[in-house]
């Protein structure tokens, strides 16, 4: 269907590491039927995937545009470490020819999203009291990569903060704990909460965990949680990825205040949300000693919505008009 | 010298585990000579010590106050752990007969504080490139408890978020790290940063160091400083002091991305100052594999001011008005 109105429409697109999601917006109402999907490999940069885009939904013209990406932004400038794309703000409006421009990153998109998701979009891990209305929130993404959003409701307006927080010291309270540690610190230098907390940090907790059972094995993501059944050791992985999830969500927790509530967010995530309770989650969330009853201040839900992070696009726009 | 002239003045008060801090602020200037300092123990509670405080001060009428707690703050109470005044809007506005009246967490107020504090005030500990005005800071406090805030520089005007982040997983990498863990969570039923990275963390590091080298023994906080030239189980408890130090510094950084910089402060911070260099704070901060580079971004200094919470009170009183 052409779309010739001027002005009336938004432009968002989610950049992951292999497929950009691109679809127009009227206000902070995402419009589901204008939703396509490309693969970054068939696409020179960012203008010509948003071009095509523009030219496949009959030229419309859009007043602004904002993109979310699956890595660090600084400076106004985003980057992708397997995509050499530039993703500013001229490179975004010259292909949008969009006067108002915005760059998030993927996990700040879906804090923007927060309070604009249909309810059936909103799963429940863990209750909590109810909430004041400017309460801090956080977002916690798993999937290729692991990261945060704090959330502020301000008198003017709400602020989500960027953060790398998958890089930090990846928790280690037992000598089994200090083993993957140092399983991980072999492979990366470093042992930081995304080189188990992913889904390839899973694949190696896998190997881990087989190696301690003294049956070194690989297996990929999709078949260790296929496998639960029959394979203790698969079953073993799930525990220790739910535990060690639930310990580091708990940190975080200790660290943003996030009384408004914790939302997970991304493919892991919402793979393990089924195992979330018969694993332990909850009491990896709130073994913190004396702060253990501080730990239930904090609900817990899971954002169901593949398309978060266009809807949070659109918001984070219709909120600089 | 007594103070008549009406709603010209700030009520500024910093609230501690053992003292409070009362002064006067015009503006977001703080007003050095009427700092005067109470025992908590003297007091039945906030209303009393600050109305002897304003009749010391000649009854002077208040437009606002803003009072500083060494505690968590929720829902506009104030708490500290060993004190049971009530510290909230209600009694504030009482005691100091004030129209506007704010309550913060001593690390908010401390985040409060940047950009008006005097620059030989701050003094540096880790350069880096120069930073963006809107860039995000961080405050670290180390003290008799460990605390860091956030602080956001928005189009709007400023947020400095609150944290618990003192009561997070002690970082373990080693061996020895987890050993000085379990040996923390024996004692607290949870191995926290502040277990360690305070005062009192501090002397119990030093009962571990000791323990370690097959002489249990222990120190108070200042011969452990004032005898590293002729014990070496105190030298060993600062180098290791600092090291913690700077891994969890690095992993605050990772978590808040403070491209405008880090300021310590608190009186354990402003102790090891001196010490940072010798003991491989640098190193520390900066061991996070891949992302070591980025860790050169966060230029740190340590605020030398001890009365930053009373200017920080007063900063965000001025910003409220």
Redesign the interface.
Known sequence: MPRLAADRYALVADIGGTNTRVALAEGRQLLPETIRRYRNADHPGLESVLRRYLHEEGDVDCAGACIAVAGPV??GVGRLTNLDWTMDARTLARAAKAETVAILNDLEAQGHTLGHLAPDMLRPVLTGPEP?ADA?RLVIGVGTGFN?A?V?E?R??R?V?????G???L???T?A??RL??FV?TA?????VEDVLSGRGFERLYQFVSREAGHPAGKKAAEIMATMGDDPRARETVAHFVRLFG?VAG??A????P?GGIFLCGGVARAFTPHLAEFGFAAAFR?????SE?MTSFPVSVIEDDYAALTGCAAHLASLG
Chains 1, 2 share one sequence.
């Open positions: 600084r400076d004041a801090a945060a704090p502020h301000t003017w307006g602020v903060a960027a953060s790398e927080c890089h930090v010291t928790p280690a309270r000598e704990d200090l540690s140092q610190e990366h230098g470093f042992p930081g310990a940190d975080l200790l660290i943003h205040l009384f073994d913190k000693g004396r702060f501080l």
